[in-house]
């Protein structure tokens, strides 16, 4: 038995995308979409971010599904990903059968989604090579454990995430170097559009509130950081106006 993880069967459909609005960056947007213009003679490119960690580097994909159309399948890489997982997996359910596990990288090959590979730098060599075989001529996949080979569905976009750390680690430099290409940089924003993508994440904060909060923790701070404390101290506030009138 054959299916992806935590789904039915080969035909259910991929995650949904979170509800999150993508404010102002445009350039980066439009920076990566040149990768995956269909020309004559050419596939698709194999994009690759890389930024500090908090750049929004997860929300900066997601957009790019919602604009591309297609169905987003996230592969993970951490170290705990074996070739098999990063493929096809074998487990053994209650009714005591084998059942193989598909991988998030399998179904993007069959229904030519868009194949996110967060955190590659994690990855471990053995996960790559699964990748590098579907990246570079070759288009396949090969799941040794299950026996089975795939060709990639010819819609098939990539696009992996890392850290600049993580891009000149020693195990990976010949995969980012090659199968993974052009590169696209993400860095902070400057203030005036941090400031519009901290309205946007949280309600109820006006333009002057933020520009205070920006004075007071500076702009140096990653995206998703400066998002996360500027809510919590929306919450707090929030908290000591409703004790003043209960008091």
């Known amino acids: 038995m054959l299916g992806l993880p935590g789904q039915a069967g080969l035909g259910a459909a991929a995650r949904p995308l979170p509800d999150e609005p993508m404010v102002a960056r445009e350039d980066l947007l439009d920076d990566a979409m040149v990768a995956w213009l269909p020309l004559p003679r050419r596939r698709p490119m194999n994009l690759r971010l890389v930024g500090r960690p908090g750049t929004d580097k997860d929300a900066l994909t997601h957009q790019l599904a919602r604009r591309m159309g297609r169905d987003p399948y996230a592969l993970p890489g951490h170290r705990e990903r074996s070739y098999e997982r990063a493929t096809c997996a074998a487990t053994v359910p209650a009714s005591g059968a084998i059942a193989f596990v598909a991988s998030e990288l399998?179904?993007?090959?069959?229904?030519?989604?868009?194949?996110?590979?967060?955190?590659?730098?994690?990855?471990?060599?053995?996960?790559?090579?699964?990748?590098?075989?579907?990246?570079?001529?070759?288009?396949?996949?090969?799941?040794?454990?299950?026996?089975?080979?795939?060709?990639?569905?010819?819609?098939?976009?990539?696009?992996?995430?890392?850290?600049?750390?993580?891009?000149?680690?020693?195990?990976?430099?010949?995969?980012?170097?090659?199968?993974?290409?052009?590169?696209?940089?993400?860095?902070?924003?400057?203030?005036?559009?941090?400031?519009?993508?901290?309205?946007?994440?949280?309600?109820?904060?006006?333009?002057?509130?933020?520009?205070?909060?920006?004075?007071?923790?500076?702009?140096?701070?990653?995206?998703?950081?400066?998002?996360?404390?500027?809510?919590?101290?929306?919450?707090?506030?929030?908290?000591?106006e409703t004790s003043v009138e209960v008091s």
């Open 106 to 240: 399998f179904g993007a090959m069959l229904r030519g989604g868009i194949c996110f590979s967060h955190e590659l730098g994690k990855a471990p060599s053995s996960a790559l090579e699964a990748l590098t075989s579907v990246l570079d001529p070759r288009r396949m996949l090969d799941a040794r454990f299950a026996g089975i080979k795939i060709r990639v569905h010819p819609d098939l976009l990539f696009c992996a995430a890392l850290s600049e750390n993580e891009e000149q680690a020693s195990d990976i430099p010949e995969f980012t170097t090659g199968p993974t290409a052009p590169r696209v940089r993400v860095g902070l924003p400057p203030r005036p559009v941090l400031g519009r993508i901290l309205r946007a994440h949280a309600a109820g904060a006006s333009q002057v509130y933020v520009r205070a909060f920006l004075l007071e923790k500076g702009t140096e701070l990653p995206v998703c950081t400066a998002r996360r404390l500027l809510r919590r101290t929306l919450e707090r506030v929030g908290a000591q």
